[in-house]
């Protein structure tokens, strides 16, 4: 993925820690798919079919207004009209017809503005290398995250009581939990320390699930000094962390 790193602040950002190593071998050896090239060949005065594409003129909407209401910390109470067009962008999003249409797997292109914009301004990643991907939701995105760090046998680390969603994935990826333990803050850096160097699994471990803030389902919440501390020992075993922060804003 890329991010455009033009913008004064990321240029001055490094690059991220390169993590390929750690895919599983299905995702090292993916190809860019085939229809994309296809897509954009020439056909001179022929419909292309190739990618099953509809013709914008089937879509049945001619425009959709909706009324929606601003932020409370922003303009409590205030509304605004949202419109969209048949064949025209209005400035923010795409028309009807590219809404309605395939378009890219990593998310509508305005949308995925939006998150970038958002996640910067809430998060600012420290690199410079770095996107987003939409997903259909908190359950989804899981299933993607482990699918590319582990495969059918693997095992994956989890707080020692973890959100049921994300365990019943593990159980439909034949992937294996395998559970630290947990005090008031969350994960235990001392115990995750000596899980991952007592392992003696048939394959390595090589990633980690955890949710930082509002805990699902003990509501623990990690301090400042925790994560970092948690990061260190990720950094040792070379694990990666998949963090499940819905509650972030919470600051439970």
């Not at 090239?37 to 207004?65: K, R, W, Y």
């Not at 000596?194 to 301090?223: D, E, F, H, K």
């Amino acid at each position: 993925m890329s991010f455009n790193t033009s913008t004064p602040l990321a240029s001055k950002l490094p690059q991220a820690k390169d993590l390929s190593h750690l895919f599983v071998p299905t995702f090292r050896i993916h190809q860019k798919s085939p229809f994309k090239a296809v897509m954009g060949t020439p056909t001179l005065d022929m419909i292309n079919m190739a990618g099953g594409v509809p013709h914008p003129s089937t879509f049945p909407l001619e425009q959709v207004q909706a009324t929606v209401r601003a932020p409370s910390h922003v303009a409590p109470g205030r509304t605004g009209t949202l419109s969209l067009e048949r064949t025209q962008a209005n400035g923010s999003t795409e028309s009807l017809n590219e809404l309605l249409q395939y378009n890219d797997g990593r998310g509508m292109a305005s949308y995925c503005r939006f998150l970038r914009q958002f996640t910067e301004q809430a998060h600012a990643p420290p690199y410079a290398d770095w996107d987003v991907v939409a997903s259909c939701g908190n359950t989804d995105s899981i299933a993607k995250a482990v699918s590319l760090f582990c495969q059918q046998g693997d095992h994956i680390i989890v707080e020692q009581y973890s959100f049921p969603g994300a365990l019943s994935n593990l159980v439909f990826a034949k992937v294996k939990p395998v559970p630290v333990a947990m005090d008031i803050e969350g994960v235990d850096p001392v115990a995750l320390d000596s899980l991952c160097s007592s392992w003696t699994g048939a394959t390595p471990l090589r990633a980690i699930y955890v949710i930082p803030t509002g805990q699902n389902p003990t509501g623990a919440t990690m301090s400042l000094a925790r994560r970092k501390a948690l990061y260190a020992v990720a950094q040792k075993h070379d694990l990666v962390i998949i963090e499940d922060d819905p509650y972030y804003f919470l600051q439970l």
